[in-house]
């Protein structure tokens, strides 16, 4: 046997017996690189749309609408291929195609988040201090706290009065609307605060924003700059303190959702994690017609500070739904949930070169490489996470290699490195097969985080064959 057979006999072997080579962009077609360009113009305008969870579930629901889904009403009886959505308080929304197959055959969940890291104002946050006026906030989700001081903001959110009446308020998105800021102190006076570790040098109580400097009138009055602001918010909103105790604003980056690189390969954008998820599996509940099995997107709430409360993952309500259309149909809703399959659509850690030694390199993520199934998250030795079975896993794997869909395996960093969870085993615990999949993001939880545009469109293509 001369050499040259002897090599391609070795390349044969290793072709076959290694792991795939994952490939980055140079296995993408051109027609995809270009199907994933125009699917991207939608996800930016959405993520404009939809900052906070209130205004994800509004640009839903329009999106719904516009595609054929009516409002789930209770009394009736759907038929294989209707289109129905259900709102759960304004922060949560359920888009269902019925499918062919009778219900305890088990439906297909789509399951992402729409909430993201932010500050969030204090019950009592308006106060004046030498002339002037903050906001003091708590922050949501895990955050790196010096990220979010000097970097222009937009108060979102909502304001709800005593006689039942609400105002949504969003200031700072237009280019002539006035933003905000957390101050920070000049590197000249830092010498002391430099000295501490990331995590101390600001302090959570230091995350003050500043909303104004002028008095309301040259009175002899104390707080008139404070006075001036609350002025300024019940003349446009009807708005005094007290209200502000039973309100959720919070305050977001201002900035839009933008092309990165010159090659515009990327989008830069505030909120990725998990609407870069989010709106892939809301288009593929909107790009699905007649499947074989039911299918259901789901986008909740409360992930990004443990999934709890009445509109986060632990609630019962899609429970609660899944009983309703079983029992409807003379079935158990833990029949329809025993036969279920999930793809818990979250976001992953995407391999970043400059903080190489966070990654254990053979099971990261790399963006540009597709869309990444997780088959657990956790920490400290797998606690606090649903681990996909096996066999799920194999399903999972065929799926998107008979669809020719880039895809990659990733874990969440260096065994202990530190970690994190998803929505995914409080989804396992009802007794569903479920497993994360979604898009490798990074600097994640930053105000600027930063995924590819086909790992975007391969997410879509794998939650639409799915629900296919
Ligand atoms: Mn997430
Ligand atoms: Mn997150």
Same mark, same amino acid.
């Given at each position: 046997?001369?050499?040259?057979?002897?090599?391609?006999?070795?390349?044969?072997?290793?072709?076959?017996?290694?792991?795939?080579?994952?490939?980055?962009?140079?296995?993408?077609?051109?027609?995809?690189?270009?199907?994933?360009?125009?699917?991207a113009k939608?996800?930016?305008?959405?993520?404009?749309?939809?900052?906070i969870?209130?205004?994800?579930?509004?640009?839903?629901?329009?999106?719904?609408r516009?595609?054929?889904?009516?409002?789930?009403?209770?009394?009736?009886?759907?038929?294989?291929?209707?289109?129905?959505?259900?709102?759960?308080?304004?922060?949560?929304?359920?888009?269902?195609?019925?499918?062919?197959?009778?219900?305890?055959?088990?439906?297909?969940?789509?399951?992402?988040?729409?909430?993201?890291?932010?500050?969030?104002?204090?019950?009592?946050?308006?106060?004046?201090?030498?002339?002037?006026?903050?906001?003091?906030?708590?922050?949501?989700?895990?955050?790196? #706290?010096?990220?979010?001081?000097?970097?222009?903001?937009?108060?979102?959110?909502?304001?709800?009065?005593?006689?039942?009446?609400?105002?949504?308020?969003?200031?700072?998105?237009?280019?002539?609307?006035?933003?905000?800021?957390?101050?920070?102190?000049?590197?000249?006076?830092?010498?002391?605060?430099?000295?501490?570790?990331?995590?101390?040098?600001?302090?959570?109580e230091?995350?003050?924003?500043?909303?104004?400097?002028?008095?309301?009138?040259?009175?002899?009055?104390?707080?008139?700059?404070?006075?001036?602001?609350?002025?300024?918010?019940?003349?446009?909103?009807?708005?005094?303190?007290?209200?502000?105790?039973?309100?959720?604003?919070t305050?977001?980056?201002?900035?839009?959702?933008?092309?990165?690189?010159?090659?515009?390969?990327?989008?830069?954008?505030?909120?990725?994690?998990?609407?870069?998820?989010?709106?892939?599996?809301?288009?593929?509940?909107?790009?699905?017609?007649?499947?074989?099995?039911?299918?259901?997107?789901?986008?909740?709430?409360?992930?990004?500070?443990?999934?709890?409360?009445?509109?986060?993952?632990?609630?019962?309500?899609?429970?609660?739904?899944?009983?309703?259309?079983?029992?409807k149909?003379?079935?158990?809703?833990?029949?329809?949930?025993?036969?279920?399959?999930?793809?818990?659509?979250?976001?992953?850690?995407?391999?970043d070169?400059?903080?190489?030694?966070a990654?254990?390199?053979?099971?990261?993520?790399?963006?540009?490489?597709?869309?990444?199934?997780?088959?657990?998250?956790?920490?400290?030795?797998?606690?606090?996470t649903?681990?996909?079975?096996?066999?799920?896993?194999a399903?999972?794997?065929?799926?998107?290699?008979?669809?020719?869909?880039?895809?990659?395996?990733?874990?969440?960093?260096?065994?202990?490195?530190?970690?994190?969870?998803?929505?995914?085993?409080?989804?396992?615990?009802?007794?569903?097969?479920?497993?994360?999949?979604?898009?490798?993001?990074?600097?994640?939880?930053?105000?600027?985080?930063?995924?590819?545009?086909?790992?975007?469109?391969?997410?879509?293509?794998?939650? #639409?064959?799915?629900?296919?």
């Open positions: 046997m001369d050499n040259e057979k002897e090599t391609s006999k070795t390349a044969q072997l290793k072709e076959k017996l290694f792991v795939r080579n994952v490939k980055g962009l140079q296995s993408v077609s051109s027609d995809d690189i270009a199907q994933a360009d125009e699917f939608g996800y930016m305008t959405f993520l404009n749309h939809a900052k969870e209130r205004e994800a579930v509004a640009t839903s629901v329009q999106i719904a516009e595609n054929g889904f009516t409002e789930y009403d209770s009394t009736k009886n759907y038929q294989a291929g209707d289109r129905v959505y259900v709102v759960n308080r304004k922060k949560n929304i359920m888009l269902v195609v019925f499918g062919r197959q009778p219900l305890d055959k088990g439906v297909r969940f789509a399951i992402a988040h729409i909430d993201s890291p932010r500050l969030d104002l204090k019950p009592n946050p308006l106060y004046e201090t030498n002339e002037l006026a903050m906001f003091k906030t708590h922050y949501y989700g895990g955050i790196k #706290k010096y990220q979010w001081t000097t970097i222009p903001l937009a108060l979102h959110g909502t304001v709800a009065f005593k006689d039942g009446s609400t105002v949504n308020v969003t200031v700072g998105e237009e280019d002539n609307d006035p933003c905000f800021c957390v101050t920070d102190l000049l590197p000249h006076l830092s010498r002391e605060q430099a000295t501490q570790p990331l995590s101390k040098a600001i302090a959570g230091n995350l003050n924003v500043l909303i104004g400097s002028r008095p309301f009138d040259d009175s002899k009055e104390a707080e008139l700059v404070k006075l001036n602001i609350l002025n300024i918010l019940f003349e446009k909103y009807g708005i005094t303190e007290e209200d502000f105790l039973s309100a959720e604003l305050l977001v980056p201002a900035f839009k959702a933008r092309d990165i690189g010159f090659d515009r390969s990327m989008i830069g954008a505030y909120g990725h994690d998990d609407k870069v998820c989010a709106y892939p599996a809301l288009m593929s509940a909107v790009n699905t017609y007649n499947p074989e099995y039911t299918a259901i997107t789901i986008l909740v709430d409360k992930e990004e500070i443990g999934s709890d409360g009445n509109t986060g993952m632990q609630s019962a309500f899609m429970e609660h739904f899944i009983n309703e259309i079983a029992e149909n003379g079935l158990k809703g833990y029949k329809v949930l025993d036969n279920s399959k999930c793809l818990s659509a979250d976001v992953n850690a995407g391999f070169p400059t903080y190489s030694s990654f254990e390199q053979n099971n990261s993520s790399y963006i540009n490489r597709g869309v990444v199934i997780t088959k657990y998250t956790g920490s400290g030795g797998k606690y606090d649903s681990d996909a079975s096996a066999e799920y896993m399903e999972i794997r065929n799926l998107l290699d008979k669809e020719n869909i880039q895809w990659q395996s990733g874990e969440l960093g260096k065994v202990d490195g530190g970690g994190g969870g998803t929505i995914a085993k409080y989804v396992a615990n009802l007794n569903v097969d479920v497993v994360d999949l979604g898009v490798p993001v990074l600097s994640m939880h930053a105000p600027l985080e930063v995924i590819s545009k086909t790992d975007l469109y391969m997410a879509y293509r794998a939650f #639409k064959a799915f629900f296919q």
